[in-house]
């Protein structure tokens, strides 16, 4: 069935100022400044929602990002998905003992179709592409949201071209190829962000990811697509909220949307409460922008790390509201933290997640130990993609394999030395 949206137009974050349905991803022309910008967030005719979007509608439907359409901007006869959403929500009791929490969830993106919570921005961007009646698409990527945008762009019939890195690993490289999209390599973030501008003004191509600087964040309408995460969660708990919810960021556009989900669903009476936000980060720009306290996050001081897929010195101020609002925190976290973390969950709850991803689980432990998080507090965590995306780094922090005969006596001398495990007699 052909459906209209209940989309009224487009506000800034920041100033409120309001827009049409148009394409303002460069984000508000009246806040934009050499350090600052805030991108534009989509409005809903909430009054009529209230009638329309019920429980019982939601319960009637596939358990899919799109079951909660009415609340997404884009017509239904342009919707493009490979079935993405409807992802589990699985309760960790063994890593919740090992905190000292009652309870805690993880919220496992990996089950998306390219394996990372990026398919969900990419299914509303590039379905509101089509609605646009756009042919070519590009992203600034540097691998999950590149093969996210290549997949549904493929899907939609769509050209898509890449900007991304030398050094991101091979695995995600393959990835954005694999689809047919044109991925080139640019010296720099910088670099990638001046090209794409160029291409975007002269070519009328169609932006998945931020390319402007100060960042604004990714295409507002695909971060639309991230308020099905909180829908979801939401629905899982018998319709209540989460007490904490923690999310890795970079630019936080994932953060954000969660956000905005919680907020619309108080709004429209379905939770009678929100929760406090938290973004797990490696380098601190919105740390130190929630201690300058003028709502503005840094531009903080940078060095290699294994989690690529959220190194960025600077976030946007769409996450650092998201903490403001939900009287939030951000945490920082060392790779040294992450990787004894991916082992761990691994280990005692069976989840292989990217290692940018474990920065979520490693905030929850810091905060849990400072008595940010209280033990009764339910807490979620986002694992935001498949630790297959990066399986390099992890190879290098698990036992090689030993090779063994056929003698019982040297299979359990070599379990032993190499697993310190000892067989039971």
């Given at each position: 069935m052909t459906y209209k949206t209940m989309v009224?137009?487009?506000k800034c974050i920041n100033c409120g100022h309001v827009y049409n349905e148009g394409r303002y991803f460069e984000g508000c022309k009246k806040c934009r400044t050499s350090t600052f910008s805030s991108n534009l967030t989509v409005t809903y005719n909430y009054k009529k929602l209230k009638n329309i979007f019920t429980k019982d509608l939601v319960a009637s439907?596939?358990?899919?990002?799109?079951?909660?359409?009415?609340?997404?901007?884009?017509?239904?006869?342009?919707?493009?998905?490979l079935g993405e959403g409807g992802t589990p929500l699985i309760q960790c009791n063994k890593i919740a003992e090992n905190f000292n929490m009652n309870t805690l969830f993880i919220k496992d993106e990996s089950m998306n179709p390219t394996w990372s919570f990026k398919d969900r921005l990419a299914s509303v961007a590039i379905s509101k592409a089509c609605e646009f009646g756009i042919s070519t698409v590009v992203v600034s990527s540097t691998g999950n949201q590149?093969?996210?945008?290549?997949?549904?762009?493929?899907?939609?019939?769509?050209?898509?071209?890449?900007?991304?890195?030398?050094d991101v690993p091979k695995t995600m490289k393959v990835l954005m190829q694999i689809y047919d999209a044109k991925v080139v390599s640019c010296e720099n973030l910088n670099e990638r962000w001046k090209l794409m501008s160029k291409c975007i003004?002269?070519?009328?191509?169609?932006?998945i990811s931020n390319?402007?600087?100060?960042?604004?964040?990714?295409?507002?309408?695909?971060?639309?697509?991230?308020?099905?995460?909180?829908?979801?969660?939401?629905?899982?708990?018998?319709?209540?909220?989460p007490d904490v919810f923690i999310a890795s960021v970079a630019y936080a556009d994932g953060l954000f949307?969660?956000?905005?989900?919680?907020?619309?669903?108080?709004?429209?009476?379905?939770?009678?409460?929100?929760?406090?936000?938290?973004?797990?980060?490696?380098?601190?720009?919105?740390?130190?922008?929630?201690?300058?306290?003028?709502?503005?996050?840094?531009?903080?001081p940078t060095h290699?790390?294994?989690?690529?897929?959220?190194?960025?010195?600077?976030?946007?101020f769409q996450g650092l509201k998201s903490l403001i609002e939900s009287n939030g925190i951000a945490v920082t976290v060392t790779d040294e933290e992450i990787l004894k973390m991916q082992i761990e969950l691994g280990k005692k709850e069976g989840i292989f997640a990217e290692p940018s991803s474990i920065a979520s689980l490693v905030g929850a432990k810091k905060l849990r130990i400072d008595d940010w998080i209280k033990p009764w507090e339910n807490v979620v965590c986002l694992n935001t993609s498949s630790g297959l995306k990066d399986i390099n780094t992890a190879a290098n922090n698990i036992p090689k394999i030993p090779l063994v005969g056929s003698s019982i006596d040297e299979l359990s001398k070599t379990l032993k030395e190499t697993y310190n495990f000892v067989i039971e007699k």
């Open positions: 009224t137009g487009s439907r596939n358990h899919n990002l799109w079951r909660y359409r009415e609340l997404l901007p884009v017509r239904s006869d342009f919707i493009i998905s590149g093969a996210a945008t290549a997949a549904y762009a493929a899907h939609a019939g769509l050209q898509c071209v890449i900007f991304t890195l030398e003004k002269k070519y009328n191509w169609y932006p390319y402007v600087s100060p960042p604004v964040g990714s295409n507002y309408y695909g971060i639309e697509g991230y308020k099905t995460i909180a829908f979801e969660i939401v629905e899982d708990l018998g319709w209540k909220a949307g969660i956000w905005k989900g919680f907020k619309e669903l108080k709004k429209l009476g379905f939770i009678d409460r929100l929760p406090r936000m938290v973004a797990a980060e490696v380098f601190g720009s919105l740390s130190n922008g929630l201690v300058k306290g003028n709502n503005c996050p840094k531009n903080v290699p790390t294994i989690a690529f897929s959220i190194a960025t010195p600077i976030s946007s």
